[in-house]
């Protein structure tokens, strides 16, 4: 009974911590894209390890039904693919619509693609300070 | 084609990688200076099928520390498919990749029950490259 409390104490309040690292992440981190990566911390492990305190909690209180083991198997799996999907359609949302990033995101492969390099050669550096200046929307920089 | 045992491992060697990711993130937003190094890396994939770029995709984004911001389609002929990733804790570009990779080479495998092609040298070789024109 004891240890099982413990358990339940030790999964909430480590879920509820990471949100409370994420949120904290959040205000060191300088621009949108940086903020939605430090947030999947919250979404992919925080979240979860509440859910599965809360459902240890029902089991130790109410007994085993495969309804709720049911729900908490897709609630958990939700959490997964949702989050990620929202992240991903945040993140894309973010650079459409120009946000800045900060200047300080070295290399930005947006601004200067990637040449793969043939044979020996090494690199053309003037091609890649060439289209460092072009002027699109996701090129801006704070 | 799918092999579920190797695809449990993965998905198992994905929890490994998130509480990891986290702990690197949380270690660093202790440190005083110096909180992220923020870079956009471009990985030319070796995914194919529209399940294995969403699940390569999701699975970047996941994880801790890193995040798709754009993808670019491929076409039949030579220009692979492409994502774009935001990684704000690797060290360098090569290393950003290096991770990636090992991550599409785990997943690929479990997909199609046989490891996929090595990624192409000139990949990686060019990562580095603009790295050193850029230093010098």
């Given at each position: 009974m004891l240890i099982v409390d413990v358990l339940i104490a030790v999964f909430v309040l480590t879920g509820a911590l990471l949100m409370v690292t994420s949120a904290l992440a959040m205000f060191r981190a300088k621009d949108a894209l940086s903020r939605i990566n430090v947030f999947s911390p919250a979404t992919g492990l925080g979240m979860p390890l509440v859910l599965l305190g809360c459902y240890i909690y029902t089991l130790q209180h109410e007994g085993f039904s495969v309804y709720r083991l049911l729900i908490a198997i897709v609630g958990f799996l939700s959490f997964i693919i949702v989050s990620s999907i929202a992240s991903n359609t945040l993140s894309r949302s973010t650079v459409l619509v120009g946000s800045p990033v900060h200047?300080?995101?070295?290399?930005n492969r947006l601004v200067e693609p990637l040449v793969p390099v043939d044979g020996g050669e090494t690199g053309d550096p003037t091609a890649e300070t060439e289209t460092a200046h072009g002027d699109g929307p996701a090129q801006r920089s704070v | 084609m799918i092999d579920p045992l190797r695809l449990l491992g993965y998905f198992l060697w994905i929890f490994k990688e998130i509480v990891s990711g986290t702990l690197s993130m949380t270690t660093s937003l202790f440190t005083?200076?110096?909180y992220s190094r923020p870079m956009i890396v471009q990985v030319p994939l070796r995914c194919t099928t529209d399940l294995e770029i969403t699940m390569f995709a999701s699975s970047i984004t996941i994880t801790p520390g890193t995040l798709v911001v754009a993808i670019a389609a491929g076409d039949e002929a030579d220009d692979p498919p492409t994502l774009f990733v935001h990684v704000l804790f690797a060290d360098s570009e090569a290393d950003a990749l290096d991770g990636l990779y090992d991550m599409e080479t785990r997943l690929l495998t479990a997909m199609r029950r046989r490891p996929p092609k090595p990624v192409a040298d000139a990949i990686l070789r060019g990562a580095q490259g603009t790295q050193e024109g850029e230093t010098a």
């Amino acid at each position: 009974m004891l240890i099982v409390d413990v358990l339940i104490a030790v999964f909430v309040l480590t879920g509820a911590l990471l949100m409370v690292t994420s949120a904290l992440a959040m205000f060191r981190a300088k621009d949108a894209l940086s903020r939605i990566n430090v947030f999947s911390p919250a979404t992919g492990l925080g979240m979860p390890l509440v859910l599965l305190g809360c459902y240890i909690y029902t089991l130790q209180h109410e007994g085993f039904s495969v309804y709720r083991l049911l729900i908490a198997i897709v609630g958990f799996l939700s959490f997964i693919i949702v989050s990620s999907i929202a992240s991903n359609t945040l993140s894309r949302s973010t650079v459409l619509v120009g946000s800045p990033v900060h200047r300080y995101t070295r290399p930005n492969r947006l601004v200067e693609p990637l040449v793969p390099v043939d044979g020996g050669e090494t690199g053309d550096p003037t091609a890649e300070t060439e289209t460092a200046h072009g002027d699109g929307p996701a090129q801006r920089s704070v | 084609m799918i092999d579920p045992l190797r695809l449990l491992g993965y998905f198992l060697w994905i929890f490994k990688e998130i509480v990891s990711g986290t702990l690197s993130m949380t270690t660093s937003l202790f440190t005083p200076h110096g909180y992220s190094r923020p870079m956009i890396v471009q990985v030319p994939l070796r995914c194919t099928t529209d399940l294995e770029i969403t699940m390569f995709a999701s699975s970047i984004t996941i994880t801790p520390g890193t995040l798709v911001v754009a993808i670019a389609a491929g076409d039949e002929a030579d220009d692979p498919p492409t994502l774009f990733v935001h990684v704000l804790f690797a060290d360098s570009e090569a290393d950003a990749l290096d991770g990636l990779y090992d991550m599409e080479t785990r997943l690929l495998t479990a997909m199609r029950r046989r490891p996929p092609k090595p990624v192409a040298d000139a990949i990686l070789r060019g990562a580095q490259g603009t790295q050193e024109g850029e230093t010098a």
